[in-house]
């Protein structure tokens, strides 16, 4: 058991070589706590030696509280445990990922990670032993359960019971403006249960890296969709005859294309060029959150429209954590998603995840059942999955401030996608449509400084995370978010890259972003005024969310090409996009930048930067070099 006198540093020492620290009470500020009831208790010396591990200054931004939490509520309670050698599995990640390294490619197995992730035998008794003080039956296989690698255990757990162990009161929270108006449909907004703040005993800080759900108030909602439907007039179709020879290597576009783009456009612009011949091995996954279906027909007269040798083909939806699929509801942004990987991706099999997240939940009417994040929810489905039931390239258009995700929550869930990564899936995230940071961009612990905002989970240095260009030649699209993590430190397959743009900028912005951080973008795409289908019309959309599945796409087609020639899949990217021989044949793009918290933000140049990243790919090229 650890010492008592050790420091918040040691508490999160999981992660440590990825994080040097931030301390948890140091977010903490004058929270009324809750009584802890001690004295009843026969555990009460053990358990009762509480230290506070986050807590919020205030409700956070857009939520209000709404009432107490009914007393029947019950609550699944997710509890992570330490993962005993997760250096090692970082450190293999690394090794796996490195085209230099004799390792590259060797992707590892389910039960290989699992062995890495596996808590230590004193971890999964000193938690077991807080339970039971609890009264938590942990042989009761109703209300408990494991995962197979051991490091999460799930307890179903009442009121009394989850604010006695974690010293918290919890409330029921609303979002949005209109949460005080008695007629607002209830299913129009979004009811959490959460803690302002919460603490656990001391000895068991150490073995613990997230307990969910506690402070985390982002939903569905606040996980926001990066797109936007553009209002001006969509041209009924491009004119071939208009022809603009732009591209890099002289391909001729036609005008039409930067005003309507399609996936014609798209192919002729990054030279995607190839016939898929692993359909059967290969697949591409497409994540969405609760409200955002599908829809099949759409998807039948988009092809219609831009790619007729589709027509009568579609992909399939997998429900996850109680997700929909309501094809009376079209998705924006899941019509986006889908129209544009599917079309690229083209036959490449490919699967949308309906995740369901906080239910439409009705205050009074105690119903509330699950109110776990979305985001752990689907990590836990996908990796329980059987290596070859796993997509080897995974596109997700979600995200969300980072400041306001909880630091153990961060680290936690970046970490679970390392997993994926180390079992040969690529990871790709919108980086976000805020530019620097959107709205006023203050700080929320307390300081109220002004600061620019990257998006979570874009920031974590094990997925791939896309910005958005526009035009032909190509340039920065101003609201493509970009910029320097404030939890994770620059991992060494960028340091080049952004020590090179660091200095060039100087002291531009300094005090406004985080130059010892992850720095993001990784790489971009175009990302305005796609033609997509929606109820039956077309719309203009953008967004990095649509710059985002068409490199999901290309991904998956070079990792067609390497399963058809019995070649491991890329598996996490980045290590590879910034060595030499990937770089080099990308398309830079070194115009514009990405205005937000009252400045004009970040310029692109030369090489990395955080707008575009490394640039835009051009698929012919990396196909050679990677395929
Ligand atoms: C880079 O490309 C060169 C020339 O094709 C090749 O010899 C070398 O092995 C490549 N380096 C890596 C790390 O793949
Ligand atoms: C959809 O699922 C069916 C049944 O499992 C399968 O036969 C088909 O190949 C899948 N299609 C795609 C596009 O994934
Ligand atoms: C970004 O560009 C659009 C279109 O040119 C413009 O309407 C918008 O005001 C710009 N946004 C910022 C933050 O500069
Ligand atoms: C800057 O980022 C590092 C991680 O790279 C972090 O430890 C530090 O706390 C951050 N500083 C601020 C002011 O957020």
């Not at 699992?114 to 035998?121: G, I, K, M, R, T």
């Not at 990054?270 to 016939?275: A, D, M, P, Q």
């Not at 009568?312 to 998705?331: I, R």
Request: hydrophobic share 35%; with cysteine; net charge negative.
């Amino acid at each position: 058991m650890p010492a008592s006198s050790q420091s918040l540093k040691g508490r999160i020492s999981p992660m440590r070589w990825l994080l040097p620290i931030i301390g948890f009470a140091s977010l903490s500020a004058a929270i009324p706590s809750p009584q802890y009831s001690s004295s009843t208790h026969s555990h009460a010396k053990r358990w009762g030696d509480l230290v506070q591990r986050h807590s919020w200054p205030a409700v956070p931004k857009g939520w209000k509280f709404h009432s107490d939490v009914p007393e029947d509520y019950k609550m699944t309670l997710r509890i992570g445990l330490k993962q005993h050698r997760f250096d090692a599995l970082a450190n293999t990640l690394f090794q796996i990922s490195d085209p230099s390294h004799t390792r590259y490619g060797a992707h590892l197995s389910k039960s290989q990670v699992e062995s890495l992730v596996a808590p230590h035998a004193t971890s999964v008794s000193i938690i077991d032993d807080w339970l039971r003080g609890h009264g938590i039956d942990l042989s009761d296989s109703n209300s408990v359960s494991r995962s197979s690698g051991g490091d999460w255990i799930t307890v179903e757990v009442t009121m009394p019971q989850v604010e006695e162990m974690l010293n918290a009161k919890y409330g029921v929270y609303s979002y949005g403006l209109d949460s005080d108006s008695k007629d607002a449909s209830s299913s129009n907004r979004d009811y959490v249960v959460r803690t302002l703040a919460y603490s656990l005993p001391q000895a068991v800080h150490d073995h613990i890296t997230v307990i969910s759900p506690t402070t985390y108030f982002g939903t569905w909602r606040s996980m926001r969709a990066t797109s936007f439907v553009d209002t001006t007039e969509v041209l009924a179709d491009v004119d071939q005859n208009k022809l603009a020879v732009v591209t890099h290597d002289g391909v001729d576009i036609p005008v039409d294309c930067i005003t309507n783009m399609t996936p014609d456009c798209l192919r002729r612009l990054y030279n995607i060029w190839y016939k898929p011949q692993a359909t059967h091995l290969n697949k591409l996954g497409i994540v969405g959150y609760l409200g955002e279906f599908g829809n099949r027909a759409d998807l039948q007269i988009f092809y219609e429209r831009y790619m007729p040798s589709a027509l009568g083909t579609s992909y399939n939806t997998t429900l996850v954590n109680g997700g929909g699929d309501d094809q009376s509801k079209p998705g924006r942004e899941a019509n986006l998603d889908i129209q544009y990987a599917v079309s690229i991706s083209y036959p490449t099999p490919n699967i949308y995840y309906s995740v369901g997240g906080s239910p439409p939940f009705i205050p009074d009417s105690r119903t509330v059942k699950n109110t776990n994040e979305p985001y752990l929810e689907w990590l836990h489905w996908i990796l329980a999955l059987k290596d070859e039931e796993i997509p080897k390239t995974i596109t997700t258009s979600y995200g969300d401030d980072e400041q306001t995700v909880p630091y153990d929550y961060q680290i936690t869930v970046c970490n679970l996608f390392a997993q994926l990564g180390a079992r040969g899936v690529s990871i790709l995230f919108s980086s976000g449509d805020v530019g620097v940071g959107g709205g006023d961009c203050m700080t929320n612990d307390g300081s109220n400084k002004k600061r620019f905002q990257p998006g979570f989970p874009g920031t974590c240095p094990f997925v791939t995370t896309v910005g958005s260009t526009t035009h032909i030649p190509e340039r920065v699209v101003n609201f493509s978010s970009g910029g320097f993590s404030n939890t994770f430190p620059r991992p060494s397959y960028q340091d080049a890259a952004v020590s090179t743009y660091l200095q060039a900028i100087g002291g531009m912005y300094s005090g406004l972003y985080n130059a010892s951080g992850r720095g993001v973008p990784d790489i971009a795409a175009q990302g305005t005024r796609f033609k997509v289908i929606l109820g039956g019309e077309t719309k203009a959309i953008g967004g990095t969310s649509a710059s985002t599945p068409v490199v999901a796409a290309m991904i998956a087609l070079i990792n067609d090409y390497r399963l058809a020639n019995k070649k491991p899949t890329l598996g996490f990217l980045n290590p590879m996009l910034y060595s030499e021989n990937v770089t080099r044949v990308l398309n830079d793009v070194t115009e514009g930048s990405n205005p937000g918290c009252g400045t004009t933000g970040f310029p692109a140049r030369e090489g990395w930067d955080p707008a575009t990243g490394l640039g835009t790919p051009d698929f012919l090229r990396l196909l050679a070099t990677l395929g």
